[in-house]
């Protein structure tokens, strides 16, 4: 039972396009929610979060947006560049209970 | 830098033997560590929840004899994978919190487990 979807495997953009990346979650508890980047071999790197009090965060080229109604978030990179070139997966959780839940992951490939 | 560290990030060993992986936070105490495990082209999944001084909690389907956790300190959690076998090859990783700080989850790069 996969409570974090990641829907779309892949995605290419263009460099200096935006790239948006979507998840979607199906447990109405999950109050907090996360983004990180995977290079192969590597462990994951954190990259954003949202709590569920607000709707958007903004950190330098990336804004996540929260739809609660919806249960869906985006990670939205602007401008892209080739070095966000990675898989993305999204992470949910219920913020007292310190266990999270992910997402299968797009791959981002952003071409020159 | 770095606030979980993952040791070693790669190992081969034969079918039949164990291999230890180890995990430390490094500038925080975690009480709570993270052990997941991806296969090729797949999510992340959690295998068992490490608890300092306590029995670790597993997930669904993962053998608690087959993957031993230990978490003996408030900086350290190993996984050991007894009596490897070639379906045990995989990429593991570990994570943790600093709940103090309020923090995001951290992972360690990874370990890369081949079983010949």
């Known amino acids: 039972d996969q409570q974090v979807k990641q829907n779309s495997p892949s995605l290419s953009v263009q460099e200096g396009r935006i790239s948006i990346l979507n998840c979607d979650y199906t447990n109405s508890m999950f109050d907090y929610f996360l983004w990180y980047k995977k290079y192969p071999a590597e462990g994951p790197t954190f990259l954003i979060s949202?709590?569920?009090?607000?709707d958007k965060n903004e950190d330098g080229r990336f804004t996540v947006f929260l739809n609660k109604s919806a249960k869906h978030l985006s990670l939205h990179i602007v401008p892209s560049q080739p070095g966000d070139s990675a898989v993305y997966f999204c992470?949910?959780?219920?913020?007292?209970?310190?266990?999270?839940?992910f997402g299968s992951g797009t791959k981002l490939n952003v071409k020159p | 830098g770095a606030v979980v560290s993952q040791h070693p990030s790669w190992v081969i060993c034969k079918s039949g033997t164990s291999v230890k992986i180890e995990c430390r936070s490094l500038?925080?105490?975690?009480?709570?560590m993270f052990w997941y495990r991806q296969f090729p082209k797949q999510s992340l999944m959690l295998m068992a929840t490490?608890?300092?001084?306590?029995?670790?909690?597993?997930e669904q389907g993962v053998e608690k004899d087959k993957f031993l956790i230990n978490h003996a300190s408030l900086t350290l959690s190993t996984l050991t994978v007894t009596s490897a076998h070639p379906e045990d090859s995989s990429f593991y990783i570990c994570?943790?919190?600093?709940?103090?700080?309020?923090?995001?989850?951290?992972f360690g790069n990874g370990t890369r487990l081949t079983v010949t």
């Open positions: 994570s943790a919190r600093d709940r103090v700080r309020n923090s995001p989850l951290h």
């Open positions: 949202i709590s569920s009090i607000k």
């Open positions: 500038d925080f105490q975690a009480t709570t």
């Open positions: 992470a949910a959780s219920v913020i007292n209970f310190n266990k999270f839940y």
């Open positions: 490490s608890n300092e001084g306590s029995k670790a909690t597993y």
